[in-house]
Structures are given as structure tokens and as C-alpha cells.
């Protein structure tokens, strides 16, 4: 499949730092085309860094007239993707960092027997630390409840199905989102082992709570309001399967990390309160995205 597929990658860029201009070219060496997504318009610092990446190869910037989020975001350069021919999508966050033949590796998943594959991503690794993520340390192709965007493979077919990313989310859960909506089409998610991207999430940073050393998010009071709001849109919509508790643990360990070792604690607990009631306020409607 890899000799006769056209693959796109998306990149999406919010204020990104130099670090991008080495992931995109390493994605440069893998994919038939890259759409960068410039969610930050009108930033000095943003154009200086995206001027080196426009001169790669095969790189086309797509610029946005604000930040539209995560979901809108990735959603422009899939629509260019799709537009301009290509059989997959493979969508990046900008920090990010894509491993040597992992687009062979992950284009090999879409021809196991079976239902038919809608995404297939990697294997997890924390960027700080340099160490898998719990339940990453595995081999093989196997079958998921849902996969981060960031890493995410998609095939043209299934996305013509179930449509693009709710841009209604904006950011935090989006992933979650179009993976439910993929396994309720009858289609799989799959986890290729064997290969590995690093991943930071958030502004991640070391410090130390009872001689352990940790990871502290710090999260925006914004990302806050999304999470808790966004959250209460999956149960409403999915209810309360696997998905859930494992979300529910990670939540669990991030909100005492926030209460006891970040700043800025009071602006997050309201954040996150505007959230909830967000969340059950929310109007639900249709979530196909052409």
C-alpha cells in the first residue's frame, strides 16, 4: 500500500517554537505533502518560524484568520488533504515528533483482515521523560477505544463516512470525539506498538512533590473550562464506557497535581466549574463535519 497511496500530513501550528521546522522536514521525508496550519496569525515570532518551514519541500501554509482552535484547525488542512487528492491523512500537533518509518508502519494497519481500519496511530512516548506512557509498552497492531489526534492516520474512506472533526469542541476531546463516532460507523481503531512518537502534553515542566519527581501540565484556566466542558459532552453523548474510567483516573491524578503543586488555582477550579455547567448546557446536534 505505502508505493501507491498519496498521504498529507496536517501540522498545526499555534505559536510554535523552532523545534517544528525539524518535525516537518522529518515528516518531509514521509509524506507526498505537508499542510501547516498557522493558527496564529498576525504574530511576529510565528512568521519568522514558518518562513523556514515554507521553504521545505512539499510544504504548503495554510494561514487562518484567528485561532480557530484544534478542531477547526485540523479540519482546514484535511479538507485540503482530501481536496487535493490524497487516499490518507496524517495529522500532527506541533509538539510532536515523528519517528523514522512510522508512516510505513502505520499504513500496513489499514491492510489487516477485518473490518475495515478508519485510524491507525503510535505508540506513545513522554517527550520529557523519554519513557512510554503506561500501557504503551507493547508490540503488534491492536484494537483501541479511541487514539490522540496527534500521530493519527486517517483513511479518506472512512472520513467521507463519518465526516471531519466538531468544531463545536474547539479543543480537548476532539480525538475522542471522531474515534466514538468511527467505532459507531462499524469501524476500527488500531494502536501500531512498533512504532513511537513522542508526545509533550501541554507546557509540561519538572518539579517535585514529596522528594518524587513529577510533571506539572499547567494548563490555562481556558484549557480547564474545555476539558471539564468537553468531558460532559462525551458522557452526554457516549455515555459511561471503558473510555470513561481510564479518562477518569487520568483526571483524577491532573486535578491533584493542580490543587496541590500548580499556580493559579482558584482562576482553574472556576474555570473548570464554567465548564461543567457548559457541558450539561450544551446543545446537541448533529456532529457530521463534511
Known sequence: ????ARVAAVVLAYRPTASIVDNVAKLAEQA???YVVNNSPEDAATDEVLAVVDAIDAVTILDQGRNVGVAAGFNAGMRRALADGHDFVWIF?????VAEGMLTALLGAFDAPG???AIAGPALRAEETGHLYDGELRSGVRDQTALISSGALFSRAALERIGLHDERLFIDYVDHDISFRALRAGLRLVKV???VLDHRFGASVESR???RRIYLSNYSPMRHYYMTRNRIIMIRRYGFGRWFWEDAAYATKAWIKVLLCERDRGPK???ALRGLVAGVRFRQVDTKVD
Open 209 to 211: 512533590f514529596l522528594g
Open 32 to 34: 507526498d505533502a505537508i
Open 269 to 271: 477550579v472556576r474555570a
Open 115 to 117: 473490518r475495515p481500519v
Open 93 to 97: 500537533d506541533q509538539d510532536s515528533t
Open 1 to 4: 500500500m505505502t508505493g501507491t
Open 193 to 195: 506498538y512498533d512504532t
